[in-house]
């Protein structure tokens, strides 16, 4: 969607985005098909509030919902904050804590488009295993993307023994996050993930059928094999832009050799 896109047509996107009809939109947002008609149209201009409930009825991420306000000719309702504002501190409390409980297994606290923002001691060290180096400081401006490192042959792509399972799920994981999200930054990393060598056909891998609960990761290294599974948490209520694409995903072993590989790199 253009950045000079007009209201309506930002409405109709995300309408269709939502696979709903305008009766559905007006049942959600508890107004009438004639009005959600007469908007799609430009033929009603929408009140700030009106935006806000159709935002709410379509399930709009807060940076859109932003977005939506500019486009009407209103002011943002959601603020955007740096995550080590003091408006986030309760918020960096929280993942002190997260990250420290995670020990000795890695954590790391993840932006939308998984850039990272912080890691906890036990990602570090994992990190070092992994690359053979100890990670480099953290660069805002030049962030590290776990994405990336998936996917790319020239990162930890080599190190995956289940490669071609994890990342198809994966890639499937990252598209329908930038459909929800609807956001050109989204889909530019979806672009960029299927440009690497063979990931564009990931999307014809068809899971087979197992009776494990979740895929392992499977990593090989030298005479070290480890299997990991992975969590991923949000925050329940944010009403900050930060705070809703925060992610903080932590990973766990898989079997007993794994965890005694962490608990020995700890100690």
């Not at 009825?57 to 904050?81: K, M």
């Not at 923002?117 to 480099?136: C, Q, Y």
């Not at 056909?201 to 197992?210: N, R």
Request: with cysteine.
């Amino acid at each position: 969607m253009p950045s000079d896109a007009s209201f309506a047509d930002r409405l109709r996107q995300w309408r269709g985005r939502r696979g709903l009809s305008q009766l559905a939109l007006a049942h959600a947002a508890q107004v009438s098909q004639r009005h959600v008609s007469f908007i799609e149209l430009g033929r009603t201009a929408p009140s700030r509030a009106m935006v806000l409930r159709l935002a709410a009825a379509l399930n709009i991420p807060l940076r859109q919902q932003n977005a939506l306000l500019r486009a009407a000719g209103f002011a943002p309702a959601w603020t955007e904050s740096a995550l080590d504002a003091p408006a986030l501190a309760a918020v960096q409390r929280a993942l002190d804590f997260m990250l420290a409980q995670q020990e000795p297994y890695p954590a790391f606290v993840l932006d939308r488009r998984w850039n990272v923002l912080r890691v906890n001691a036990g990602a570090e060290r994992f990190v070092a295993f992994l690359t053979d180096s100890a990670p480099a400081p953290a660069d805002p401006a030049n962030p590290i993307n776990l994405a990336d490192a998936l996917m790319s042959p020239q990162a930890l792509r080599p190190l995956i023994v289940n490669w071609r399972e994890m990342a198809a799920y994966f890639l499937r994981s990252v598209q329908a996050d930038a459909a929800a999200d609807g956001s050109a930054e989204s889909e530019a990393l979806v672009a960029r993930l299927r440009a690497y060598p063979d990931v564009a056909g990931l999307l014809a891998v068809v899971p087979e059928d197992s009776p494990a609960p979740v895929l392992p990761m499977a990593i090989a290294k030298g005479g070290t094999r480890l299997s990991l599974l992975t969590t991923l948490a949000t925050l329940g209520t944010p009403q900050d832009v930060t705070a809703q694409e925060i992610r903080v995903e932590c990973f766990f072993p898989a079997d007993d050799a794994t965890a005694a590989f962490f608990r020995d790199r700890a100690a």
